[in-house]
């Protein structure tokens, strides 16, 4: 009896890989005629839009840049210069310094002649205490605010910039992202265009810049990383924003905005009480919540997102910061998936409940978890003697190939969308990537998603009881430390 | 090398055969197989023959037909039989004759090690059972049965799941291997396609540009007007003027440079864009139907004054593409010589602030040279419409319109009072001052908030007294903070009065706030 169970369990788990295997290649057709469907109504979109009127227009909404600072003294100054000499109307840029141990906030007094002003904070957001707000006395730099804070992580020192900021739209970035100069007009554009619908936030797409030329604060000349590691997240980021994000915004099932160029409207941030600051996937966790909260009121909205290269950063090229990156990501996606896992399949919330909750379960969050025990299942059915090399093999050349075309179509669709990478030796380089990906880099991802897993069981970071509970509502994020506060 | 290996692999693969055939029968000597041999009726490729030497010669033994005895040299042999329970009494028909018995194997003579040989063979592949295994009763199959190994499913699996899966998946690599194929075609053909386009292109525009440079410096309007047909064909090759990549080149061009040019080069060119029958390929533009194509033929409508087409343009304004709309109501506003403004009033669909902004951009320009007949908005059922009529007057900066506007203060949706506060705060409508008040007792918020700022440069003593009583409940901060800003813009001293008789932190922090002097923008 026992027997028949146990070999009755092992075709049953072999069903399930079958069925997941294909279901992985389906949904990856999907995703690229979907993508490819939107890359095209974009760029047939964009022929006919004149940007230079949004930088004048009084009807165009104003923008304000918040951009948290820590430790950044190095390259400070540049990068304020850079952002207050973006092309647009009507913005104003907020630099939160979160706590720096070295000379940041001081370089920026001195470079922008700032003086500290009685400046009547509110904590509409609650977040670590404000220590100081700068103005410059300088109308030159009149754009520029610097709040001083005690530290208290990325998401709060946003927080605290929320609550200073005047505009409607919120641009939340990393301070050492180079930023086109046409990079707001182009984010805001979504904004405005909707009718039927509210835009919620706009993701734009983000490039690499590490071994590229940069002048005057724009990439001049694309070049691939150096490094395995870097030309992989060339590959990468490729398939996250030029194909991923592209099919989730599609369908209107985007549930990540890269915390590093993220546009939202700022009434529904404060509606929905801001960045959770005790997840470290703060920015998914934004969009989700602020979505959940549309989805609750039954208002029609809309996230979008801009392929277009409009921001760029350096990514890690060490392997221990790229794994110390991945792992933050994953637990960011579990507790975020965990706070939220009232909306998982139920239709009440659309496609957010019904589409992107569980894609995001099963294959981001579960992925590493399926693979190692898929990798465990191959080892029983080697033991048993119940394994077939030829289907083994067929299989894995399958996963293989699925891999390499899916990598192709993203490379090809940069090449025929935007050809940044124009030398042919980065092309051959990014080919080979290419074809080591699955074999060189994915265990190495899968052993970091794994890591988080465990982090995140062990209790690493993240504020366990309550992410583990989840929130009954959007909203309740709102009241949810003024409570913790009194309960201590 | 490739020789000894096969060597090796032979010898290997000849070791455990024998290794593995030791010992599966059980026979302990001749006499015990030929005992089983007595046993069995048929097997496989099996027979003997009996054998009797010439000396013991027996005519009648050797007469009789069921043996059908063949003489040799040496002996009598009989015909085969295959039948072993036969053996018994055949040998009794011959005792007395020393015959003996022959084994043969396909027809081929063996001795009893080598039947035995080829009966382990035979027990080994399942083709030859023995005699006391066939004797088993039937009720005994189920303990057979659990003798060997239980393999659930297993030939369900290989007969049906397995092939299934083995198929599915060698279809899914194909289906890959020919989808990255052709990816690869694809990619090859579209890059060369591109390639190839982006030279004619290039090709192109240094063929045009000569000969437009030419036109546009030697020739006036006038002389451009009346150029015969004959002149106008021969400005370009007439083999490259048929092509169509060719023409839409020669259009971008002109539409660039009439974008960039004033005066009557602008008029030379757009001369020219008719003489050269561009207009054709506008029109059929404009009868595509692909949003992108109609799209295109609505700019070079625009760009090219082209308003003999303005019928075709009005039919797009109530578009269901946004775009489509958006350029064919920019399109109008433009080419009508009366910007009279009633196809907006007349529009289905709500005005994005995309379109709001364009149009206001294109109103701006025209309102100058063209009667610009706003107040047709106010009456729009649309009221995203109205709400932009509402802006235009302030963006416009048309104080003669404020007077139109009272009248719809108090029919007027919320969203609109927004704006028209806005709109009587820019223009410094002081007269309106009632209304403002009145929207500051308003139960929305953001209608509350925008009265009271307007309330500090509009205001009058009652306002004060509202604000105070504002100021008084329990507000949220940004409304406190407007409230005390609009306070001190109407009346400081009533202001500083006010902070002193409440004495709440978040008042005095606001005062300190309104007070100093690099924070007067926020």
Redesign the interface.
């Known amino acids: 009896m026992y027997?028949?169970l146990f070999?009755?369990l092992i075709?049953l788990i072999?069903?399930f890989y079958?069925i997941l295997s294909?279901s992985v290649?389906v949904i990856y057709f999907i995703i690229m005629i979907l993508s490819a469907l939107e890359m095209r109504d974009y760029r047939?979109?964009n022929?006919?839009a004149?940007y230079e009127?949004?930088i004048t227009?009084?009807?165009?909404?104003g923008v304000s840049i918040l951009a948290p600072a820590y430790n950044e003294g190095s390259n400070i100054v540049q990068n304020v210069k850079s952002l207050l000499s973006l092309h647009y109307g009507k913005f104003e840029v907020i630099i939160i310094n979160d706590g720096s141990k070295d000379d940041t906030l001081t370089k920026l007094l001195d470079a922008f002649e700032l003086?500290k002003?009685?400046?009547?904070?509110?904590p509409?957001i609650i977040t670590q205490e404000v220590k100081g707000v700068y103005?410059?006395?300088n109308k030159s730099y009149?754009r520029l605010t610097v709040i001083d804070k005690e530290n208290g992580g990325k998401a709060d020192a946003l927080n605290a910039g929320i609550n200073i900021s005047?505009m409607e739209i919120l641009a939340c970035i990393d301070v050492d992202c180079i930023l086109a100069n046409d990079s707001l007009t182009r984010m805001v554009?979504p904004?405005?265009?909707?009718?039927?619908r509210k835009v919620i936030a706009v993701g734009g797409a983000i490039g690499i810049a590490n071994n590229c030329d940069v002048q005057d604060g724009t990439v001049t000349k694309y070049r691939v990383p150096q490094s395995t590691l870097g030309q992989f997240q060339v590959i990468e980021y490729c398939r996250a924003f030029l194909m991923g994000r592209m099919a989730w915004a599609r369908i209107n099932g985007l549930m990540l905005i890269s915390g590093a160029f993220g546009f939202f409207r700022r009434d529904l941030v404060l509606k929905v009480g801001g960045y959770f600051p005790k997840t470290v996937g703060e920015d998914m966790e934004l969009v989700v919540r602020m979505r959940r909260y549309m989805e609750e009121k039954k208002i029609p909205y809309k996230v979008s997102f801009i392929p277009d290269p409009l921001c760029w950063t350096e990514v890690p090229e060490d392997v221990d910061v790229l794994g110390r990156q991945r792992n933050r990501w994953m637990r960011g996606t579990i507790e975020t998936l965990q706070l939220h896992r009232k909306i998982g399949l139920n239709p009440k919330f659309g496609i957010l409940g019904t589409i992107s909750y569980p894609f995001w379960s099963v294959f981001e969050k579960m992925a590493p978890i399926i693979e190692i025990f898929g990798l465990i299942y191959t080892l029983i059915l080697l033991i048993i003697g119940d394994f077939?090399a030829?289907?083994f093999v067929?299989?894995l050349?399958?996963i293989y190939?699925?891999s390499?075309?899916v990598s192709?179509?993203s490379i090809?669709y940069e090449?025929?969308s935007y050809n940044n990478y124009k030398n042919k030796s980065d092309l051959k380089k990014l080919i080979w990537i290419i074809l080591i990906e699955p074999l060189y880099i994915h265990p190495k991802v899968l052993l970091w998603g794994l890591k988080g897993h465990l982090d995140f069981i062990i209790g690493k970071g993240g504020w366990g009881q309550m992410i583990r509970t989840g929130f009954k509502t959007a909203e309740e994020r709102k009241t949810i430390e003024a409570q913790a506060e009194k309960s201590l | 090398m490739k020789r000894k290996l096969l060597l090796l692999i032979f010898f290997l693969a000849s070791f455990s055969l024998s290794f593995g055939q030791e010992g599966l029968l059980p026979f302990q000597d001749s006499a015990a197989l030929i005992q089983e041999l007595k046993l069995q009726e048929d097997i496989p490729s099996f027979t003997y023959r009996f054998f009797i030497p010439k000396a013991n010669k027996n005519s009648k033994i050797t007469s009789d037909s069921s043996f059908l005895w063949v003489e040799t040299d040496t002996a009598f042999i009989s015909k085969s039989f295959k039948n072993g329970t036969l053996i018994d009494s055949l040998y009794g028909q011959l005792q007395g004759n020393s015959a003996s018995i022959l084994f043969f194997v396909y027809e081929e003579k063996t001795n009893v090690e080598g039947l035995q040989s080829y009966l382990e063979t035979m027990y080994a592949t399942g083709d030859f059972v023995l005699a006391e295994d066939k004797e088993q009763p039937e009720n005994d199959i189920m303990l057979l049965a659990s003798s060997n190994n239980y393999q659930p499913l297993d030939a369900y699996k290989n007969r049906l799941l397995g092939d299934f899966k083995l198929l599915a998946v060698t279809l899914i690599i194909l289906f890959f291997i020919f989808t990255a194929a052709s990816m690869i075609i694809f990619m090859l053909i579209f890059k060369s396609q591109r390639n190839q386009r982006e030279e004619n292109i290039k090709n192109y525009e240094n063929e045009i540009i000569g000969p437009l440079t030419n036109l546009l410096f030697e020739k006036d309007l006038d002389e451009i007007s009346q150029m015969s047909d004959q002149e106008i064909s021969e400005i370009f090759p007439r083999s490259l003027f048929k092509k169509r990549l060719f023409k839409q080149v020669l259009i971008e061009r002109i539409i660039g440079l009439n974008k960039k040019m004033k005066g009557e080069f602008k008029d030379k060119l757009k001369t020219l864009y008719k003489r050269l029958g561009l207009v054709e390929l506008t029109k059929a533009n404009l009868k595509d139907s692909r949003w992108d194509k109609i799209a295109s033929g609505l700019v070079q409508v625009n760009e090219m004054d082209l308003s003999e087409l303005i019928n075709e343009v009005k039919s797009y304004t109530n578009s269901k593409n946004f775009h489509v709309r958006s350029l064919a109501g920019a399109t109008l506003l433009n080419l009508s010589e009366k910007v009279d403004l009633s196809f907006l009033k007349d529009q289905d669909y709500p005005l994005s602030d995309w379109q709001q902004m364009n149009y206001l951009r294109i109103i701006k320009f025209v309102g100058s040279s063209k009667f610009l007949n706003i107040p047709i908005l106010f009456k729009s059922k649309n009221p995203s419409v109205r709400e932009f009529a509402i802006k235009m007057v302030r963006m416009l900066g048309r104080v003669d319109l404020i007077a139109e506007l009272h009248m719809i203060n108090e029919a007027s949706m919320e969203e609109e009072k927004i704006e028209l506060i806005k709109t009587y705060d820019a223009l410094g409508a002081h007269m309106e001052v009632e209304f403002i008040n009145n929207c500051m007792l308003s139960n929305n918020p953001d209608l509350k908030k925008i009265a009271v700022k307007a309330a500090g440069n509009l205001g009058n003593s009652y306002s004060e007294v509202i604000l105070m009583d504002i100021l008084l409940q329990n507000i949220d901060f940004r409304l406190r903070r407007a409230c005390l800003t609009s306070l001190n813009k109407l009346n400081t001293q009533t202001f500083e009065k006010f902070v002193a008789t409440q004495p709440l932190p978040e008042n005095k922090a606001l005062k300190a706030q309104i007070q100093d002097p690099l924070l007067s923008n926020v």
């Open positions: 027997n028949f070999y009755f075709e072999g069903l079958l294909f290649i047939r979109k022929r006919f004149d009127d949004i227009s009084p009807i165009a909404p003086q002003v009685s400046y009547a904070y509110n509409e103005k410059s006395q009149r005047q554009r904004f405005m265009e909707e009718t039927n077939s030829l289907y067929a299989l050349f399958m190939l699925l390499l075309l192709s179509f090809l090449q025929i």
